[in-house]
């Protein structure tokens, strides 16, 4: 594929549309709709971004057995899906930062440790360039209703036996059930 030029069709609050205009292997014109989170993107490499958006928060408990999920209101999906803590990165702001503030924000709880980070990840590569850090640690505390008057998110902690039971009935977010599927059968 060769990248001809991309446009901007319209800028919502959090999010701008474009259309990229690209020539296949087959020498046809296309227009590839998306979203983003940059509200000005006019070249290819700006279209790849170079900072991560959002973090993506996944902990267990301090003795590692429970796995932490939000239930949480999505208003795309318009209904309750599973999904891990998750949020942008504030302009200034790290991404481990990011994930202290936005665990706390959405939980009550305090990220204390982080054990790994995982580099960027599309959040749907299908029709957005939005990409996010994945923080993997440990967390503590009691639970609290999400500080956002915009976010109605119920947030519980999980064994692997509970996970592979929530996982035969409910809505997840893809990568969510993707990692919990694999968390969940770990011996």
Known sequence: M???????????????RYDVT????????????MISRNKEISTLEELNGTEADAVV??????????????????????DFVYNFPAGLIDEGET????AVRELKEETGLE??????????SYSAVGFSNETNITVIGKARGEFCESTSTVEEIDACWYTKEEMRELLKN??????????????????
């Open 22 to 33: 690209y020539r296949t292997v087959d020498d046809k014109e296309k227009v590839y709709e």
């Open 170 to 187: 409910n809505k997840f977010a893809a990568r969510t059930q993707a990692y919990c599927y694999m968390w969940s059968r770990e011996e």
């Open 2 to 16: 060769k990248y001809i030029g991309i446009e901007k069709k319209s800028e919502g609050n959090f999010i701008t």
């Open 111 to 120: 990220l204390y440790e982080i054990t790994q980070v995982l580099g960027t």
């Open 57 to 78: 928060i996944i902990v267990t408990n301090e003795t590692g057995d429970k796995c932490l999920l939000n239930h949480e209101f999505r208003m795309a999906a318009g």
């Open 95 to 98: 991404y481990e930062q990011a």
